[in-house]
């Protein structure tokens, strides 16, 4: 329940509804199965993500994550908790700064820091971090819904 909404699980924030400075977070700890998983739905058969002896032989010495599984996680945060169920993605800026292994905590972090309400849009800061390293920033836009007006009585 957002702000005693009832519907909050469904709809998530309307426009009207956000604020500068509006921040949320979302936490996982990436697995060997979740690498697995991507690369079965991906199609990303990289030997760098999944072959230890490949992967031992570049500069980072070991298997590291899908940079796209670890930004699916901003995925999750915008699309579940803030602006939440409802909105639409339209676009967003990627910067991979530090490679994610298995077995790392990854949490994504969004914050509201612009407001469009002519179209409605949001613009969001968005990262990732581990142990309280960015390892993935930019920036997200995405479409919310607006109330609607409450329809006149036709009695």
Known sequence: MIDGRVDADLHGYYFEELKVGMTALYGKTLTDADVLMF???SGDTNPLHQNREFASR???GEPIVHGMLTASLLSTLIGTRLPGPGCIYMDQSLKFTVPVRVGDTVTARVEIIELDGERPYATLDTSCLVDGEVVLKGQARVKVPKKEA??????
């Open 150 to 155: 409450p329809k006149a009585d036709e009695s």
């Open 39 to 41: 690369t079965g739905v």
């Open 58 to 60: 570049t500069q980072f």
